[in-house]
């Protein structure tokens, strides 16, 4: 069964005309890694998800400093959700880490979709609560864990796929520099 | 007005019977200054909206140091939001900062007010959304903003309210200690 629709139907129950009218309304891309999906600046006009392969959003500051903000995985969704919600100009990058196979939703689709599939609405809306939750507890992480702690959440979370992430990329993503993170590594192997 | 519905209004519109019926499941309740309304390993039985006051989330380290999650003014909602919608023991405090009028909706009458109002359903999608925009904003903001200018954006979105809140809160909302903090305001004036 398609990725998109067995995660669907972990939260409503679609007919098949329902769920033919769900696959209609998205776009199939295969990507090389490095492609860049999105630059800061632009509109954020499809939300990705990932089938295949890795992608990332991240920010640069004004050192030039790349600050990743999340990785997505099969079965995940991405995008930059101020600029997707509001339809302006974001402040995030999205990339391909690994050659990926990808399902586009533009927003104009996804606004259809709720007037098409009513219990689409449901579904996005749990969607969201769901990665509202994961801003939260990442928040919480930042603000409180030690880097130590905060790599221990990402391990976990990744799990298999964490051997596919570059280190300096998490190092970025847990709030370190690089050479932070090879010491603390370093030091974890000694324990 | 009632503020909830003036609030609702922004985005759905409710008859008088729908809107009878959501203050129907809400519960009105006057708290002092310095009342906890949820701790640490409790479950976030109620999402509060606040119409008077002030609310703060926060979490405490291992080293028993306190980090603001979020503050609520009047036309906010505030939650922890993991806990609220898995009804699992959370990890955050929510304690009112200045004598508060808050309502009330426990997760159970917004369920059901899914199913009594279904156009509730996009309010709150549409609530979480912007939730989910403010928190990913406040994560670019901690990984790539300097201490200074997340200093100036809590100014910007607390307005006339921002000196109504304790300096070391305000420090532990942008992430720094009270003693960088207090030199950092000190620098500033300088300018």
Known sequence: MNLLLENIAKHVSLTTEEQERVLALTEVQHYKAKTILLKEGEICTHSF???????????????????????????????????????????????????????????????????????????????????????????????????????DKFLKKFKDLAHCIPQKQIASYIGVTPEFFSKMKARLLKK
Not at 82 to 110: C, D, H, T, W
Request: with cysteine.
């Open 49 to 151: 998800f990932v089938t295949k392969g890795i992608l990332r959003s991240y920010n640069i500051d004004e050192n030039g400093v790349e600050h990743v903000v999340s990785f997505a995985c099969p079965g995940w969704w991405i995008a930059d959700m101020y600029s997707f919600l509001s339809q302006r100009p974001g402040q995030l990058y999205i990339e391909v880490n690994e050659e990926a196979e990808v399902l586009l939703m533009s927003k104009e689709n996804q606004d259809k979709l709720y007037i098409d599939v009513p219990k689409m609405e449901r579904f996005f809306r749990i969607l969201i609560e769901n990665s509202l939750v994961a801003h939260q507890q990442r928040l919480i992480d930042n603000l409180s864990f030690t880097a130590e702690a905060r790599y």
